[in-house]
């Protein structure tokens, strides 16, 4: 083997701490080594080049690159390798600046290290072998999770596109929170005006079919193959032939239903159709209140049905798709503020949520857009918004900003001077975040044109006195405690991971944070990716956003799903674990051990029992390797010859008595 | 099954608050709950001590950990708020070695720790439980609306209270509830009354104070329930000046939540300690059973 050695000096982030010119000659002296240099970027253009020269000149077979992390810059080399002719796994790389130089500061001890690394990296790389991708079919249809504006966006760009969408929302109607929203910040534009055409494209649109009201059940399969199972979840109305005319929610007797889209403002009937602009706009029955299924007896809107729809006895069904990718956008939740005994955990009917405030504003919503105060239906003139409630306290294990309560706080303080002149309104905040296009601006705009009178500080109790709430909280600008008559208290309620979005990331396969968020891939470089190939985020699912990122989000995962469908094969990673089926003696460990399924039992020509990796669901992780009591199942490139090679390599005076 | 523990009583038993006393005992007898005073017990080392030295104020109450532990007992049990609080946060600073080795150079005997203080609410409505308590009750205070003040130290700071909730404290209320009375929630339950700037500062009491009466009165009730000495002086023995001061005419009686469970018990009068409220309760206590008639 012919290896040539590349030390990187990366700017002064390396060779600051380290002697890099040191560490290439004393390359030069390791086995197999035949060529060995220092270079400034190995990274940049002339980096590249100057490996590609070096393997032409040198007759090398195998190339060393020490310098970042691989997660920063294996595949630039592994494609520099490969433009020069050779398999991009006869690589390997040695961190010397995250493992080294950006951590030790002692030049000599830095400098011995790195030249243990390169020794490693260069022993492994005599130990490897060439490493083929193979190539298998994709199914371009895409399954999208959500039907919130980020699932939108990304259906319809996908649509667009080409792909056939498969969008599976989990109420009855698409729109997410977007749609419950009366007024969008900075731009005060209506929210369902915005969204409303979006949610019927997605309706008329030939690529996508939509399962509303429907739930992931389980997930198979890997990119480009997964098999979906979804739960279609019976609705009592055969939405075949429900016209969605509205005559059953005329003529429901049950009447006090809890209003999930309106958020508990007001109530619905037990049939209902959750907003005039839903898509489907079918109806469905809420059996929690429907008197058939509490009492047994009633069936009006079956007997008013003009089209016959109504069904009692209707259950749950199931169906599969088939697809080759998967979009997450399952958005969020809202915080719940009972979690606060001070601001009355909510026992108090003016004491409200913004949501629940913009049901109120919403000419759509249950007051025809009049803000009555729920109590006693009154016109508030006072009202009191409570920042960050369910934000940055730790004491309700809620330590992240939510990001968006500042600017809809403000909107909602703007749209209260609109709807009722002679009001005031109260914020109190800790900062005002609102580093967006055109947020600030927004903000100043309630302070100055609208009298919003912002107080920094946190509010320690709210208790009725009269029918006037009374907010009691600190001005910690004036050093005082300040007490403010309320007639309604809005509190900006935070955003919190959606209800079983953990157990949903199970399903995926993908990483969830400690709070329910879903893991990108990388914080910067790969936002919308997840570690699972196929798998994509978009919106607040994966962190709360606000609808101008959420979008973003959508189409950016709409782009990728697009760009990963360009192709009509796709490569699979070679790195994945083998079974030698000589050493295999059929125990099936790794079958118990694998947690993607990837292991299947099968038998020989001679019916003895084995194991067999399936490649395409394969990630690599290498948990079956370490359970196999033959060694029988090994990792490629990460065999126990190579890993043993660089063992011995650090330290050989230890593995001579083995 | 009768439950034996150790009983401190606290100075303001024995004085400004011997009402509270008297119903304590009684109630905890007529629920064969055995108080044992403990032998010889000092000043827990409230107010004065602790805010001139940690020291001083954690030796005091270590002293009296320390003779109960020698009477055999982990538990002691107290009605008083500030005694609580004192014992308590004693208790729990002395895990500290290098604190419990400066407290105990200030005693003749060496406290070892782990005695645990328990209020007596909280020894009422855990150890005798709820039921026990509506078992016995022979007259339900039914007709009585009252809400219920708990003070600013039961709950807090709530890692070395630990009982109940610190912001929405709901065992008095449960309590009241299950002698028969009507429990209207009371928002400015865990506030500040202002505690002892009735002497320093008295404009600190009155305002404090007056707007727990102010709050109280809007919500209709008959009476406060307190189950600490120094909230009780203050609305009770200071009505009349924060009356004064907030020109206001508020005459709310203010009850040991024990004196009203005394009353439930049909305990006597000296049990009960009436008499010894500055406001007049008499008006608030003909009410009871007179929700019955009404109905009838």
Same mark, same amino acid.
């Given at each position: 083997?012919?290896?040539?050695v590349?030390i990187?000096?990366c700017?002064?982030?390396?060779a600051?701490?380290v002697?890099c010119?040191?560490?290439?000659?004393a390359?030069?002296?390791?086995p197999?080594?035949?060529h060995?240099?220092?270079t400034?970027?190995a990274?940049?253009?002339?980096?590249?080049?100057?490996i590609i020269d070096?393997i032409?000149?040198?007759?090398?077979?195998?190339?060393?690159?020490?310098?970042?992390?691989p997660r920063?810059?294996?595949?630039?080399?592994?494609r520099?390798?490969?433009?020069?002719g050779?398999n991009?796994?006869?690589?390997?790389?040695?961190?010397i600046?995250?493992?080294?130089s950006?951590?030790?500061?002692?030049?000599?001890?830095?400098?011995?290290?790195?030249?243990?690394?390169?020794?490693m990296?260069a022993?492994k790389l005599?130990?490897n072998?060439?490493?083929?991708a193979?190539?298998?079919?994709?199914?371009k249809?895409?399954?999208?999770?959500?039907?919130?504006?980020?699932?939108?966006?990304?259906a319809?760009?996908?649509a667009?596109?080409?792909?056939?969408v498969?969008?599976v929302?989990?109420?009855t109607?698409?729109?997410g929170?977007?749609?419950k929203?009366?007024k969008t910040?900075?731009t005060?534009?209506?929210s369902?005006c915005?969204?409303?055409p979006?949610?019927?494209d997605?309706?008329?649109?030939p690529?996508?079919t939509?399962?509303?009201h429907?739930e992931?059940?389980?997930?198979?399969?890997?990119?480009?193959?997964?098999e979906?199972?979804?739960?279609?979840?019976?609705t009592?109305v055969?939405?075949?032939?429900c016209?969605?005319?509205?005559?059953c929610?005329e003529k429901?007797?049950?009447?006090?239903?809890?209003d999930?889209?309106n958020?508990?403002?007001?109530?619905?009937t037990?049939?209902?159709i959750?907003?005039p !602009?839903? %898509?489907p706009? @079918?109806?469905k $029955?809420?059996?929690?209140?429907?008197?058939? *299924?509490?009492?047994?007896?009633?069936?009006?809107c079956?007997?008013?049905?003009p089209t016959?729809?109504?069904?009692?006895?209707?259950?749950d069904t199931?169906v599969?798709?088939?697809?080759?990718?998967?979009?997450?956008?399952?958005?969020y939740?809202?915080?719940?503020h009972a979690k606060?005994?001070?601001?009355?955990a909510g026992?108090?009917?003016?004491?409200?949520?913004?949501i629940?405030?913009e049901?109120?504003?919403?000419?759509s919503g249950p007051?025809s857009?009049?803000?009555?105060?729920p109590s006693?239906?009154?016109?508030?003139?006072?009202v009191v918004?409570?920042?960050?409630?369910?934000?940055?306290?730790?004491?309700v294990?809620?330590?992240y900003?939510?990001g968006f309560?500042c600017?809809?706080?403000?909107? !909602?303080a %703007?749209?209260? @001077?609109?709807? $009722?002149?002679?009001?005031r309104s109260f914020? *109190?905040?800790m900062?005002?975040?609102s580093p967006?296009?055109?947020?600030d601006?927004?903000?100043?705009r309630?302070?100055?044109q609208?009298d919003?009178q912002?107080?920094?500080?946190?509010v320690?109790l709210i208790y009725p006195q009269?029918?006037?709430?009374?907010?009691?909280?600190?001005d910690?600008?004036?050093g005082a405690q300040v007490e403010?008559?309320a007639?309604?208290?809005?509190l900006?309620?935070?955003?919190?991971?959606a209800?079983?979005?953990?157990?949903l990331?199970e399903?995926?396969?993908?990483?969830y944070?400690s709070?329910?968020?879903y893991?990108e891939s990388?914080?910067?470089?790969k936002?919308?990716e997840?570690?699972?190939?196929?798998?994509f985020?978009?919106?607040?699912c994966q962190?709360?956003?606000?609808?101008?990122?959420?979008v973003?989000q959508?189409?950016?995962?709409a782009?990728?799903?697009l760009?990963?469908?360009?192709k009509?094969?796709?490569?699979?990673?070679?790195?994945?674990?083998l079974?030698n089926?000589?050493?295999?003696?059929?125990?099936?460990k790794c079958v118990e051990?694998?947690?993607?399924?990837?292991?299947?039992e099968?038998q020989?020509?001679?019916?003895?029992?084995k194991?067999?990796?399936?490649?395409?669901i394969c990630?690599?992780?290498?948990v079956?390797?370490?359970?196999?009591?033959?060694?029988?199942?090994?990792?490629?490139h990460?065999?126990d010859?190579?890993?043993?090679a660089e063992?011995k390599?650090?330290?050989?005076s230890?593995?001579?008595?083995? | 099954m009768?439950i034996?523990?150790?009983y401190?009583?606290g100075?303001?038993?024995?004085?400004?608050s011997?009402?509270?006393e008297?119903?304590?005992?009684g109630?905890c007898?007529?629920?064969?709950?055995?108080?044992?005073?403990?032998?010889?017990?000092s000043c827990?080392g409230?107010?004065p001590?602790?805010?001139?030295n940690?020291?001083?104020?954690?030796a005091l109450s270590?002293r009296n950990?320390?003779?109960?532990?020698?009477?055999g007992?982990?538990?002691?049990?107290?009605p008083?708020?500030?005694?609580l609080?004192?014992l308590?946060?004693?208790e729990h600073k002395?895990r500290k070695?290098s604190f419990r080795e400066a407290?105990n150079?200030l005693?003749?005997?060496?406290?070892?720790g782990?005695?645990d203080?328990?209020?007596?609410l909280?020894?009422?409505?855990?150890n005798?439980?709820?039921?026990k308590?509506r078992e016995r009750?022979k007259?339900?205070l039914?007709?009585?609306?009252?809400?219920?003040y708990y003070?600013c130290?039961?709950n807090?700071?709530?890692?070395?209270?630990?009982?109940?909730?610190?912001?929405?404290?709901m065992a008095m209320?449960n309590l009241m509830e299950?002698i028969?009375?009507?429990v209207i929630?009371?928002p400015l339950k865990?506030e500040?009354c202002?505690a002892s700037f009735?002497i320093p500062?008295q404009?600190?009491?009155?305002?404090?104070?007056?707007k727990?009466?102010e709050v109280?009165?809007g919500?209709?009730?008959?009476a406060?329930v307190?189950?600490c000495?120094?909230?009780?002086?203050?609305l009770?023995?200071r009505?009349g000046q924060?009356n004064?001061?907030?020109?206001?005419?508020?005459?709310l009686?203010?009850?040991y939540?024990t004196?009203?469970?005394?009353?439930?018990f049909?305990?006597?009068?000296?049990?009960?300690?009436?008499k010894r409220?500055?406001?007049?309760p008499q008006?608030?206590l003909?009410?009871?059973?007179?929700?019955?008639k009404?109905?009838a």
């Amino acid at each position: 083997m012919r290896i040539g050695v590349f030390i990187c000096h990366c700017g002064s982030n390396i060779a600051g701490t380290v002697d890099c010119a040191k560490v290439a000659d004393a390359a030069k002296a390791f086995p197999d080594v035949v060529h060995a240099e220092d270079t400034m970027y190995a990274c940049s253009e002339p980096g590249q080049q100057g490996i590609i020269d070096a393997i032409h000149e040198k007759n090398l077979t195998g190339v060393v690159v020490a310098s970042c992390t691989p997660r920063m810059h294996e595949p630039t080399f592994r494609r520099a390798v490969e433009r020069a002719g050779l398999n991009k796994y006869m690589f390997e790389m040695a961190n010397i600046r995250e493992h080294v130089s950006w951590i030790g500061k002692d030049k000599e001890l830095n400098t011995n290290k790195a030249i243990d690394l390169v020794m490693m990296a260069a022993e492994k790389l005599r130990h490897n072998a060439p490493l083929m991708a193979k190539k298998f079919d994709i199914n371009k249809r895409v399954l999208i999770i959500g039907g919130g504006v980020a699932g939108i966006q990304a259906a319809l760009d996908c649509a667009e596109g080409g792909l056939e969408v498969v969008l599976v929302e989990k109420t009855t109607s698409i729109g997410g929170k977007m749609a419950k929203l009366d007024k969008t910040f900075p731009t005060v534009d209506c929210s369902c005006c915005i969204l409303g055409p979006k949610m019927v494209d997605v309706a008329q649109h030939p690529n996508i079919t939509l399962y509303a009201h429907a739930e992931v059940e389980e997930v198979n399969g890997y990119i480009g193959n997964f098999e979906i199972r979804i739960k279609q979840k019976t609705t009592y109305v055969d939405w075949e032939k429900c016209t969605g005319c509205g005559l059953c929610m005329e003529k429901c007797p049950s009447k006090k239903s809890y209003d999930h889209f309106n958020n508990g403002v007001g109530t619905t009937t037990a049939i209902n159709i959750p907003f005039p !602009q839903a %898509i489907p706009k @079918k109806a469905k $029955i809420d059996a929690e209140y429907c008197r058939m *299924f509490t009492k047994g007896k009633c069936g009006v809107c079956a007997k008013v049905c003009p089209t016959g729809a109504i069904s009692f006895e209707m259950t749950d069904t199931e169906v599969t798709e088939n697809v080759g990718a998967i979009v997450a956008a399952t958005g969020y939740d809202l915080f719940d503020h009972a979690k606060y005994p001070e601001y009355g955990a909510g026992k108090y009917p003016d004491v409200i949520t913004s949501i629940q405030y913009e049901r109120l504003m919403s000419a759509s919503g249950p007051t025809s857009g009049h803000i009555k105060r729920p109590s006693d239906g009154k016109e508030p003139k006072n009202v009191v918004f409570i920042q960050c409630v369910g934000s940055r306290d730790k004491s309700v294990n809620r330590p992240y900003c939510s990001g968006f309560c500042c600017m809809y706080t403000a909107k !909602q303080a %703007i749209l209260t @001077k609109d709807h $009722i002149p002679d009001s005031r309104s109260f914020v *109190f905040y800790m900062d005002i975040r609102s580093p967006g296009k055109d947020y600030d601006e927004f903000v100043r705009r309630s302070i100055e044109q609208y009298d919003t009178q912002y107080i920094r500080g946190r509010v320690s109790l709210i208790y009725p006195q009269g029918d006037k709430m009374i907010v009691r909280g600190a001005d910690t600008l004036a050093g005082a405690q300040v007490e403010v008559e309320a007639d309604l208290v809005v509190l900006a309620v935070g955003a919190e991971s959606a209800a079983g979005a953990p157990q949903l990331a199970e399903k995926l396969r993908i990483s969830y944070d400690s709070y329910g968020f879903y893991m990108e891939s990388h914080p910067k470089l790969k936002p919308v990716e997840t570690n699972t190939a196929g798998v994509f985020l978009a919106g607040a699912c994966q962190g709360p956003k606000d609808i101008p990122s959420s979008v973003g989000q959508g189409s950016a995962a709409a782009a990728k799903v697009l760009s990963l469908f360009s192709k009509d094969q796709l490569e699979s990673d070679p790195q994945i674990a083998l079974v030698n089926a000589s050493r295999c003696i059929g125990c099936y460990k790794c079958v118990e051990t694998c947690p993607f399924g990837a292991v299947k039992e099968e038998q020989d020509r001679f019916n003895n029992p084995k194991a067999r990796v399936i490649e395409t669901i394969c990630q690599g992780c290498g948990v079956c390797t370490v359970t196999c009591p033959q060694s029988a199942i090994q990792l490629q490139h990460f065999t126990d010859n190579q890993i043993l090679a660089e063992v011995k390599a650090l330290c050989p005076s230890m593995m001579v008595k083995n | 099954m009768s439950i034996r523990i150790s009983y401190y009583p606290g100075c303001s038993g024995k004085g400004t608050s011997s009402e509270y006393e008297t119903s304590t005992t009684g109630v905890c007898q007529a629920l064969d709950v055995d108080l044992v005073e403990i032998p010889d017990w000092s000043c827990c080392g409230s107010t004065p001590a602790h805010t001139v030295n940690h020291v001083l104020s954690s030796a005091l109450s270590a002293r009296n950990l320390t003779l109960a532990e020698q009477e055999g007992f982990d538990t002691v049990t107290t009605p008083c708020p500030s005694c609580l609080s004192n014992l308590k946060i004693a208790e729990h600073k002395m895990r500290k070695e290098s604190f419990r080795e400066a407290v105990n150079e200030l005693l003749d005997q060496p406290y070892g720790g782990g005695v645990d203080t328990k209020s007596v609410l909280q020894v009422l409505v855990e150890n005798v439980g709820l039921d026990k308590v509506r078992e016995r009750v022979k007259t339900p205070l039914e007709g009585l609306k009252v809400a219920c003040y708990y003070g600013c130290i039961m709950n807090r700071p709530p890692e070395v209270m630990d009982f109940d909730d610190h912001e929405h404290p709901m065992a008095m209320d449960n309590l009241m509830e299950a002698i028969g009375a009507e429990v209207i929630p009371f928002p400015l339950k865990v506030e500040c009354c202002g505690a002892s700037f009735g002497i320093p500062q008295q404009n600190i009491v009155t305002t404090l104070s007056g707007k727990l009466l102010e709050v109280a009165k809007g919500l209709g009730v008959d009476a406060l329930v307190t189950a600490c000495p120094l909230c009780q002086m203050n609305l009770d023995l200071r009505q009349g000046q924060i009356n004064a001061a907030q020109g206001t005419q508020h005459s709310l009686p203010i009850f040991y939540f024990t004196q009203l469970m005394a009353k439930a018990f049909d305990l006597s009068d000296a049990v009960q300690g009436m008499k010894r409220l500055i406001v007049n309760p008499q008006k608030a206590l003909a009410k009871i059973g007179q929700a019955d008639k009404e109905i009838a």
